[in-house]
């Protein structure tokens, strides 16, 4: 069983459709972090799909989250195996069937139970693609949650997509029906006495105080941050930022900002030779934003 031990963050990295950069920012994150002197498990939550060792570049473990969700191990501490670097620990994903792919309500629910219970700095869970029940449900039990995009109109929208998405999947859990209602009608555009969820909060606080503070409360608890991956221009790195003010003006939600990746060949020769481009080129400008990344998140911690 879990020990007292726990993680002291969850950050789970997501976003739109595949194709993005998660697992690049994944890997390399969690590579930066341990080098900084930080103990992190990475975990391969991409349930249809893991590919994470080949981005950390290690081989295919032995060991697998199949083996915790199927019960072949009772610790979630058993399937980890080296990461690569020191102070990294990697979970892989699962690879012998579909059932682990998606698991049951219970097994998520021991899974996020043993993952709070790794006695580790940090706990990064690479996400699947797109906006599957499985993939919002990790991203929101985690403490910080990353979306990452390119800066193309397609990702953007995506990338809107999939954090409102998210706030949809939130909001069901969290409010009662009759306000959760409500504030799908303002969010969908479909109540014009109320552009934001924080008129809705002051059209509802005199008659329903309660109402009123549960959506408060579910509001400030929402705070995901953009990743820019494949930057080539300034415009490209202004992207985070101005989706940020854009959710801040349509929505009245918080975004913050975590920073961007340049566009850089070192990337995808890393990917070909089966590295880490940290390892294969840690002076490249990739690696220098991705170090950056793992600096600005240790500094939210502060």
């Known amino acids: 069983m879990p020990g007292k031990a726990r993680a002291r ?3 789970a990295i997501g976003g739109g459709k595949g194709g993005i950069g998660k ?3 994944s890997a390399n994150l969690g590579i930066a972090l341990a ?3 930080s103990s992190v498990v990475m975990l391969d939550a991409d349930l249809g799909g893991a590919n994470l060792h080949t981005c950390l570049g290690v081989g295919q473990p032995s060991v697998s989250l199949s083996d915790f969700i199927n019960n072949r191990v009772a610790r979630l501490e058993d399937t980890i195996v080296s990461g690569g670097v020191e102070r990294l620990g990697l979970i892989a994903g699962a690879h012998d069937g579909l059932d682990a792919a998606n698991p ?3 097994q998520k629910a021991r899974l996020l139970r043993h993952l709070r219970a790794l006695d580790v700095d940090y706990v990064i869970l690479d996400l699947g693609a797109g906006t599957a029940f499985n993939v919002l449900d990790f991203f929101l039990a985690a403490d910080i949650g990353l979306v990452v995009l390119l800066p193309e109109p397609t990702s953007i929208e995506n990338a809107y997509r999939f954090i409102k998405t998210a706030f949809f999947r939130r909001m069901q859990g969290l ?3 009759s306000v ?3 504030l799908s009608q303002v969010l969908g555009g479909r109540d014009p006495s109320a552009r934001t969820p924080w008129d809705l909060i002051a059209r509802l606080r005199p008659h329903n105080a309660e109402g009123a503070n549960q959506l408060e ?4 608890g929402f705070h995901p941050w953009l990743v820019v991956n494949q930057a080539r221009t300034r415009p490209d790195y202004d992207i985070g930022p101005t989706v940020a003010s854009a959710w801040k003006k349509f929505f009245g939600l918080e975004l913050g900002y975590l920073g961007a990746v340049s566009h850089d060949d070192a990337v995808w020769k890393a990917v070909r030779a089966r590295q880490a481009v940290l390892t294969a080129a840690p002076s490249s400008a990739a690696s220098l934003g991705l170090m950056r990344l793992a600096e600005n998140l240790l500094a939210l911690n502060k």
């Open 9 to 11: 963050k969850v950050v």
């Open 23 to 25: 697992s690049l920012v």
């Open 104 to 106: 049951k309500h219970a």
């Open 217 to 220: 409360l579910l509001l400030g």
């Open 175 to 177: 409010a009662d029906a």
């Open 35 to 37: 080098n900084r002197g």
């Open 180 to 182: 959760a209602e409500a």
